[in-house]
């Protein structure tokens, strides 16, 4: 007849299955966490990998837009500068042609 060793040895079997099923329930919902992590960490980084390259263009139009204001404002700076010489010229010539008429009508 079973004695009570025996009786504390099934015990103990039981409560090993039980300790078993529950460990294998926590390593499978566990495993399940970690993968849904992994995929998150995956589509995050796709996404920040894609507004990287996004950033990278914008930025890369940026520099573009800006080197080309910067070569139209000397160019703008240089037809300016020619047009205020011309102007001083123009002054310079108008002032003398002036003042050459004022002389000559004062020795009239």
């Known amino acids: 007849m079973l004695e009570s060793f025996d009786f504390f040895l099934i015990a103990a079997i039981i409560c090993m299955f039980i300790l078993t099923g529950f460990l294998a329930w926590v390593l499978f919902y566990v ?16 996404f920040i990998n894609a507004a990287e390259a996004r950033i990278q263009t914008v930025l890369s139009t940026i520099e573009t837009m800006r080197d080309k204001v910067s070569s139209s404002a000397s160019s703008i700076n240089s037809v ?21 008429k004022s002389d000559h009508k004062k020795k009239n």
Do not use: M, P
């Open 31 to 46: 495993a399940t966490i970690l993968r849904d992590v992994r995929e998150t960490t995956t589509q995050l980084r796709n």
């Open 80 to 100: 300016v500068s020619y047009i205020g010489r011309f102007v001083d010229h123009w002054q310079q010539e108008r002032h003398h042609s002036g003042k050459e």
